[in-house]
């Protein structure tokens, strides 16, 4: 950000009504200034006719609209994208958008790496460096949503957001919630809170604080039915463990009609798939309205861990399916520019170590 300019993209509704009344405007002028942004995707104060030309010279010179720069752009032969986002200090982070009959997935990151270290994904042995600001999150939609155009294939381009990229989102609180806000505003993107999807390897007490917020649907990243197997898959279950984190997921969800809880699980070979786990998933959630995903793992450099044998993954399902639990098997899409889920590793200038960090955001 330029020192002595404020960056629109870091404000919301409420935060642009407040920044105007600050420059003696009315609070229609943050209306205006939305749909110029989000609508218009215009970044030149300029431009904005319907600003009187007094106006629109304070704001060139106390604010500006910057969103992150994107550097690299690579298509995917499924038809997918991968976008490399160049942010400060040598870092940058990867968006990803995912193409499909009936809809536009956009997965957007929330960190620069993450803190977490989940030993199965490329983004946690990436390392953590910091949160990022409202402008780099919604600044990746904006991105996007220029580079894709308002329409693809005769439909809405981006019709889903999933806060699934880097980072815990959780871990960032006070920032996603003010981009989710932005995603779906009808002055910003217009996106149902049904489609703006948060996933989170289980913060408890931010769960909470996020249902007296938001309403976006919630997706769990689990990756295993016990403790002990899931305090080595993901070690944040050491700080909440399952049962705590079930409750809060049971609280988010509660008195919300219709609203389910999606679940994460990356199966492993000899790991975490065998019927046995499967059984025991089905036995942990029975009670809570959900959906399950079923995600085959993604190799990286350096992993240890093996994708499950396709057998075993059908078998899994079937399981979980015969328990009546709704079970998709999630399609691997952008792997030839492992942009796949698991996949993103972005470029970290890492800081301290991670689980340290992890510890003070989680408390803090």
């Excluded at 057998?311 to 691997?332: E, P, Y």
Aim: charged share 20%.
């Amino acid at each position: 950000m330029t020192a002595d300019k404020t960056n629109l993209l870091n404000l919301d509704r409420r935060d642009l009504e407040v920044f105007f009344a600050q420059l003696g405007e009315k609070p229609f002028r943050a209306i205006q200034m939305m749909k110029w942004i989000y609508h218009e995707r215009v970044t030149d104060f300029a431009s904005m006719t319907n600003l009187s030309k007094t106006l629109r010279e304070r704001l060139a010179e106390c604010a500006e609209i910057r969103p992150p720069q994107v550097v690299l752009d690579q298509p995917s032969r499924d038809g997918s994208h991968k976008w490399l986002i160049r942010l400060d200090n040598g870092n940058s982070i990867e968006t990803v958008f995912i193409p499909e009959p009936d809809r536009g997935t956009l997965c957007v990151s929330s960190q620069i790496g993450c803190p977490l270290d989940c030993s199965f994904c490329a983004t946690a042995q990436q390392g953590f460096n910091r949160n990022l600001t409202v402008a780099e999150i919604i600044g990746q939609v904006w991105q996007a949503s220029r580079l894709l155009g308002d329409q693809r294939n005769g439909h809405r381009a981006i019709t889903n957001i999933v806060l699934m990229g880097m980072g815990e989102p959780l871990l960032n609180f006070a920032n996603v919630v003010k981009a989710t806000d932005l995603m779906q505003d009808d002055l910003g993107f217009g996106i149902s809170k049904r489609r703006v999807t948060l996933s989170t390897a289980g913060v408890v007490p931010a769960l909470y604080r996020l249902r007296e917020v938001s309403e976006v649907s919630l997706a769990v990243s689990l990756h295993a039915p016990t403790d002990e197997l899931r305090n080595e898959l993901v070690p944040l279950n050491r700080k909440y463990p399952i049962a705590e984190l079930l409750a809060a997921c049971k609280n988010y969800i509660m008195d919300k009609p219709h609203r389910r809880i999606t679940w994460e699980y990356v199966l492993l070979d000899k790991v975490n798939d065998s019927e046995q786990h499967a059984r025991a998933l089905a036995a942990l959630i029975r009670d809570i309205p959900s959906k399950v995903n079923l995600i085959p793992f993604n190799p990286f450099p350096g992993t240890h861990y093996q994708r499950s044998r396709p057998v075993a993954i059908t078998r899994f399902q079937a399981v979980l399916m015969a328990h009546g639990l709704t079970t998709v098997i999630r399609k691997t899409r952008g792997g030839d520019i492992a942009a796949a889920c698991g996949q993103l590793a972005g470029q970290v200038q890492a800081r301290g170590h991670r689980l340290n960090r992890m510890a003070q955001l989680a408390t803090g």
